[in-house]
């Protein structure tokens, strides 16, 4: 090989390699802090199990209990990952840690609770049902550094581009139970929810409801 053409391919081979390191540069993960995801979280809800009608609240971004300043002492941490994709927007990786998180719980789809006081009974002294949840979140959003979602909307109304893939939330708490659970008013009790929902996996849910896991339990203590 001459001179000038092992130039042009050292060249050649120079710039494919300073192409490939920018590519993988710009996809590389970043991270956020997770106060951006836990600040979008501006309405929160109940978590349903259809089988039991079972249902529970966790405070999952201590909005409740700062904005009825409940002094529960609730705490959040954990991380979001961003990956810039190909075709400008990003793949987010969310894990929330909520720790002393106010909690209740309902049956059959009603109002009528079974685990835990409301915020209002709290304000008046009665004891605070407090949980520990962990959320992980997939999601593909509009861009690198775009605004984070609130789950709701990601899940019911998204943004054009923002696509909702997995969500795991799980919660243990202990509190009090309710005469409504058959059980003498201020037993002991527990409650657990493991809510797993697949949304772009093939197969898995139906278009109403993509949640082949939505378990909600109480019991009393030592049962």
């Not at 209990?65 to 954990?78: A, E, R, Y």
């Not at 893939?165 to 929810?193: I, M, Q, Y």
């Not at 772009?200 to 278009?207: A, F, L, N, Q, R």
Request: glycine share 10%; proline share 6%.
């Amino acid at each position: 090989m001459s001179r000038p053409t092992c130039r042009r391919a050292l060249a050649v081979c120079l710039a494919m390699v300073l192409v490939t390191f920018a590519a993988a540069t710009s996809f590389a993960a970043t991270q956020r802090p997770i106060q951006q995801f836990v600040a979008a979280q501006t309405s929160q809800f109940f978590w349903f199990d259809p089988e039991t009608g079972n249902s529970i609240f966790l405070d999952y971004a201590g909005r409740t209990n700062s904005v009825f300043q409940l002094g529960l002492g609730t705490t959040t941490d954990g991380t979001i990952t961003e990956r810039a994709l190909p075709d400008g927007r990003a793949r987010v990786h969310v894990v929330l840690h909520t720790r002393n998180a106010f909690t209740t719980g309902g049956f059959n789809l009603s109002s009528t609770g079974v685990f835990g006081h409301t915020v209002g009974q709290v304000l008046l002294g009665a004891d605070a049902a407090l949980g520990d949840s962990v959320m992980t979140v997939d999601f593909i959003n509009t861009a690198p550094g775009a605004a984070m979602p609130n789950i709701i909307q990601l899940t019911f109304n998204p943004h054009p581009g923002q696509v909702l893939e997995k969500l795991l939330f799980v919660v243990n708490a202990d509190g009090t139970l309710r005469a409504a659970f058959g059980v003498p008013d201020g037993t002991p009790g527990s409650a657990h929810t493991t809510q797993r929902g697949l949304f772009t996996v093939p197969g898995e849910g139906i278009p109403a409801d993509r949640y082949p896991t939505e378990r909600v339990e109480f019991r009393a203590t030592g049962q």
